[in-house]
């Protein structure tokens, strides 16, 4: 929570003029887009901000200050606009040193020489580097990857018969496949995954400092495969046309691991919360009317892994409108302008109710137009592989907690749980990973990540409330019947 300031100028306590609102910066009267409360419940704030149009100036961190867009047509109108810019050099309070280089928030909207901050022709030529490695990838030899990487992790914790799904299986997992997917040897992967857990980590500091190990491992991954080139996305950028130079390597490859792990951790989290916790996801799989796949898609709709963010400038200053009311909004350049995929893919005007989310992809969960995640099929393979994999090795796994009682981490960016605590039968269940053939074989195996939860007790077990009555032991049947994707 934001603290309020105190000493010489402060208004005295009670002031009707100076009274703190909820959700708003006391000192600047901005919506906020961080503390607690947001937190708690973002959508209250999306739905007040809609209610005022569909462009609205908010505070990302303390003097840090946005325009949020929180209609879905406008946020296709600004992601599709040549009149934005992907540069965020053009950041003129952070040019100017109104917002200091070490706030919270400028590991994220800092400018870098990858395809993310590119416009024009280097986007294209960043662009299509990605794409065609990515279009090498195996999508049989992606899913071997997620189900030997989930084996390992299951491996570790099946025994307790209580897991953190976020630290202890949803959070390491994206970084293990990656780590494959680029070709990484043992010890390489060993690091680069734990580098990749601390820079989720909300303490500042310990983010940066994971950051740090990550580059340094990537500059060692290159030069390893410039010597030794692999059957792996390293290689083939490193191959491509485009010549990328070692720093643009280093760059591309860190939008890679950095959109496919902190998102993909929330999106499987999440995901899984969900499958645990609602009655009619249950009902709908076991009916053989919903997929995995399906509530995974629901997942985005409803959730957003990156919630706010799809950053733009414009160019000069510029007018957006919105179509539905008339209503214009001033959009200067110079000021960061972020897209709300959560509250734009909750704009009532789309009118797309609880039946109809799970077989419509037209969400924004990925982004639009020419800066649409280039990872979206991928991503989705490790999601639902990742779930598949607790569903059938874990059948009886049930929330510890009411749903309502899980938190979600701070922050303006990310919408991700900060522990999913579950429950299950201590009993060890035969592994399915098949055999991969990779480059590299990933023995990651770190210490277990520390864990409030309680050692099991397994003599006696009471249902939480957050348990459906008589729909635990389908799960393997559901995935087993399951054809592969």
């Known amino acids: 929570m934001t603290t309020l300031p105190t000493g010489p100028g402060t208004p005295p306590p009670g002031c009707p003029a100076h009274q703190a609102v909820p959700g708003q910066d006391p000192a600047s009267g901005l919506p906020v887009l961080y503390g607690a409360e947001f937190a708690a419940d973002p959508h209250a704030t999306y739905e007040r901000l809609r209610k005022e149009g569909v462009a609205h100036p908010v505070e990302l961190a303390p003097g840090v200050e946005a325009v949020l867009i929180t209609g879905y047509e406008t946020a296709l109108e600004v992601l599709r606009s040549p009149y934005f810019s992907k540069d965020a050099r053009r950041w003129t309070a952070l040019a100017e040193g109104k917002v ?25 030529r960043l662009r299509a580097s990605v794409d065609d490695a990515l279009g090498r990838v195996n999508p049989h030899q992606l899913r071997a990857y997620v189900q030997r990487s989930a084996g390992q992790l299951i491996d570790r914790f099946e025994h307790e018969g209580r897991a953190d799904l976020v630290s202890q299986y949803a959070d390491p997992i994206p970084a293990l496949v990656f780590a494959q997917l680029f070709g990484c040897p043992d010890e390489l992967t060993s690091r680069m995954a734990a580098a990749c857990v601390r820079m989720m980590d909300a303490e500042p500091a310990v983010a940066q400092a994971g950051g740090g190990e990550l580059a340094m491992c990537l500059g060692e991954l290159i030069a390893m495969k410039r010597a ?17 130079s070692d720093e643009e390597m ?16 929330a999106w499987i989290a999440t995901g899984t919360m969900m499958l645990l916790a609602d009655d009619r996801f249950a009902s709908d799989l076991t009916g053989g009317s919903l997929t995995v796949a399906d509530a995974l898609n629901e997942v985005l709709w409803l959730h957003s892994p990156l919630s706010n963010f799809s950053f733009v400038y ?96 701070p922050g303006p960016f990310h919408r991700s749980l900060t522990a999913l605590p579950v429950r299950f039968d201590a009993v060890r269940a035969t592994s399915t990973q098949p055999p991969v053939a990779a480059v590299g074989e990933p023995t990651w195996n770190p210490e277990p990540a520390p864990s409030s939860i309680p050692p099991a007790q397994t003599s006696t077990r009471k249902p939480p409330v957050s348990e459906p009555r008589g729909l635990r032991r389908w799960w393997n049947s559901l995935v087993g019947s399951r054809p592969g994707r």
């Open 228 to 244: 030794s080139p692999g059957a792996d996305v390293t290689t083939w950028l490193l191959d491509h046309p485009s010549a990328l």
């Open 100 to 124: 200091p280089a070490d706030n919270q928030v400028v590991p994220m909207m800092g400018w870098r020489p990858s395809l993310w901050f590119a416009d024009g022709e280097r986007h294209l």
């Open 314 to 409: 414009a160019v000069h200053d510029h007018t957006l409108r919105d179509r539905s009311t008339g209503a214009e909004t001033a959009i200067r350049a110079g000021v960061p302008v972020l897209i709300s995929h959560a509250a734009a893919n909750t704009d009532p005007v789309l009118d797309i109710g609880a039946g109809q989310r799970a077989a419509n992809t037209s969400h924004l969960a990925f982004g639009a137009g020419p800066h649409a995640c280039p990872a979206r099929d991928t991503a989705g393979v490790i999601a639902e592989v990742a779930v598949e994999m607790l569903l059938d090795r874990l059948p009886d796994m049930v929330l510890e907690v009411d749903s309502a009682e899980l938190t979600w981490r």
């Open 250 to 265: 280093i760059h591309q490859l860190v939008v890679l691991i950095g959109a496919g792990t902190v998102p993909q951790s």
